[in-house]
């Protein structure tokens, strides 16, 4: 009897380099792990990080792989792609493999208020979030300083009632033109057009308070000091036709007593709104966010 081959070793590497994900759902049958793991084993792929889902409403099957190539030489991930697309007919699978070293391109959309802009362009600047931003988008010029400070090309795009569809059309020549992979709204104080909305499906994420109970309108945080809230929080979701009630992606939530004023109550509130909107553009460019309807999957990062 012939002894068994002896394990590959897997060196102790920093898996930011030569990391990649193969991520996407399929039918809940059968086999579909074995279609995955046996895939990445047949081409010499390390899984390293795995994350599953069955929706058993629907009979769709989430899954994450994140994983390096310990072969010798580069990775041509062409044999891989062509092998599980072939295989993956069988399960009816939507799937992406995707080099966690390749920034996405992130075009932002802002107004007035700077505290979510600030955040992004800090944590892009020092690795934290592995994004480009080849653009930001204002309604306003006022926060064109902050994009001159990054080097970062700003484009003011005035709007009023009359102009709206005028100015989306320019901001869709934008967001083209520069291949941008995701839009985000970092406190971007207009409501997108249905047409926008469904160009930008999948692709586009909101921030807004949450507080309970929910108050619309002007000066939410002034209204929730009336009612004496105890709590505010903030929700982060992908854009949808439907104003504020995209699919979540995540949620944050802070403790508040009676002492704080409604200044006080507006500084906590944004920095919950910044917190939320950088952690869920880091699950959505590290491929765990999954659309499900008007629901998502959201496998946890790190």
């Known amino acids: 009897m012939n002894a068994p081959a002896p394990a590959t070793a ?43 889902f069955d929706d058993d409403d629907i009979g769709r099957f989430f899954f994450r792989v994140e994983f390096r190539f310990i072969g010798t030489g580069e990775f041509d991930q062409e044999p ?17 493999l995707r080099d966690l070293a390749t920034p996405e391109r992130v075009v932002l959309l802002v107004s007035k208020y700077d505290h979510c802009l600030q955040d992004i362009l800090h944590r892009q600047s020092t690795g934290a979030l592995n994004i480009e931003i080849p653009a930001i988008i204002s309604n306003h010029p006022d926060l064109k300083r902050l994009a001159d400070w990054y080097e970062i090309p700003y484009y003011h795009l005035p709007i009023t009632a009359d102009t709206k569809a005028e100015q989306e059309a320019q901001m869709w020549e934008i967001i083209q033109d520069v291949d941008a992979d995701l839009v985000v709204l970092a406190r971007y104080m207009q409501v997108l057009s249905d047409d926008m909305c469904r160009k930008l499906h999948g692709r586009a994420i909101n921030i807004h308070h949450s ?13 929730a000091y009336d009612k004496g809230v105890k ?72």
């Not at 990649?20 to 390293?48: F, M, N, P, R």
């Not at 891989?80 to 992406?96: G, H, P, Q, T, Y």
């Not at 500084?267 to 910044?274: F, L, M, P, V, Y």
């Open 10 to 52: 897997i060196a102790n590497t920093d898996l930011t380099l030569n990391a990649y994900t193969l991520t996407g759902s399929s039918a809940s049958k059968l086999g579909v792990l074995e279609l995955i793991i046996s895939c990445l084993y047949k081409h010499q792929c390390y899984a390293y990080e795995i994350h599953t």
């Open 80 to 96: 891989l792609r062509a092998e599980f697309s072939e295989r993956a007919l069988a399960f009816d699978a939507n799937w992406d």
């Open 211 to 223: 507080l309970l109970p929910g108050f619309k309108g002007a000066k939410p945080y002034h209204q």
């Open 231 to 302: 709590l505010v929080g903030a929700t982060a979701h992908y854009v949808s036709k439907d104003l504020d009630e995209g699919p979540i992606i995540t949620q944050g939530v802070e403790p508040v007593d009676h002492t704080y004023t409604p200044d006080r109550l507006v500084a906590k509130g944004r920095d919950t709104e910044r917190l939320t909107l950088a952690k869920a553009i880091k699950l959505h460019v590290e491929r765990r966010c999954f659309l499900n309807g008007s629901k998502t999957v959201v496998f946890p990062g790190h």
